[in-house]
T-cell receptor, first 111, second 113 residues
Framework: NAGVTQTPKFRILKIGQSMTLQCTQD?????MYWYRQDPGMGLKLIYY???????DKGEVPNGYNVSRSTTEDFPLRLELAAPSQTSVYFC??????????FGQGTRLTVV | GENVEQHPSTLSVQEGDSAVIKCTYS??????FPWYKQELGKRPQLIID?????GEKKDQRIAVTLNKTAKHFSLHITETQPEDSAVYFC????????????FGAGTILRVKS
């Protein structure tokens, strides 16, 4: 049972480049989330989804987009990378309001 | 919106001593309060959680207490061990739309042997 899987684990982007962070879960969870974690800080919610086809903004959505075409996948898109988006990104999933399971994270550096 | 404050930011204890981390929250509608442990370079992992209809919950050396009136909750670790060294995060959620968690800033716990 893989749980929540994120790819890539590390990435360096140049300012203005675009990329997609992939997230997939095999637990049939209806809820999925994207968080970012800056050094010395807690996690901040970027976007979340309550099911396939439904997404909504979290605390810090600017500069990001998401889609949820299937229950399993919840990719996060950065269109024009900026240094302020340098962070560690965690995808998570849960079944209703129960425990949220996190992926292993993607460390992104924008230079 | 919800705001979660966590104290202290760092905590050093001697092996075998107890450690207490405290969090306060602002949204009285929050009803789910998990604690996550994050080791260096790893993902956050749930260690214990509590819901608003319960005042205290214990799991071996770990316990969480909740005071709804004062809007604060605490993590208690007894008989600390070196492997307890990590960053601990508290969080709060209304339990709506799944589990949209608002996290505290974290506490770095160092257990000295």
């Amino acid at each position: 049972n893989a749980g929540v899987t994120q790819t890539p684990k590390f990435r360096i982007l140049k300012i203005g480049q675009s990329m997609t962070l992939q997230c997939t879960q095999d637990m049939n969870h209806n809820y999925m989330y994207w968080y970012r974690q800056d050094p010395g800080m807690g996690l901040k919610l970027i976007y979340y989804s309550v099911g396939a086809g439904i997404t909504d903004k979290g605390e810090v959505p600017n500069g990001y987009n998401v889609s949820r075409s299937t229950t399993e996948d919840f990719p996060l898109r950065l269109e024009l990378a900026a240094p302020s988006q340098t962070s560690v990104y965690f995808c998570a999933s849960s079944y209703s309001s129960t425990e949220a399971f996190f992926g292993q994270g993607t460390r992104l550096t924008v230079v | 919106g919800e705001n979660v404050e966590q104290h202290p930011s760092t905590l050093s204890v001697q092996e075998g001593d107890s450690a207490v981390i405290k969090c306060t929250y602002s949204d009285s509608a929050s009803n789910y309060f998990p604690w996550y442990k994050q080791e260096l370079g790893k993902r956050p992992q749930l260690i214990i959680d509590i819901r608003s209809n319960v005042g205290e919950k214990k799991d071996q050396r770990i316990a969480v207490t909740l005071n709804k009136t004062a809007k604060h909750f605490s993590l208690h670790i007894t008989e600390t061990q070196p492997e307890d060294s990590a960053v601990y995060f508290c969080a709060a959620s209304r339990g709506e739309y799944g589990n949209k968690l608002v996290f505290g800033a974290g506490t770095i716990l160092r257990v000295k042997s």
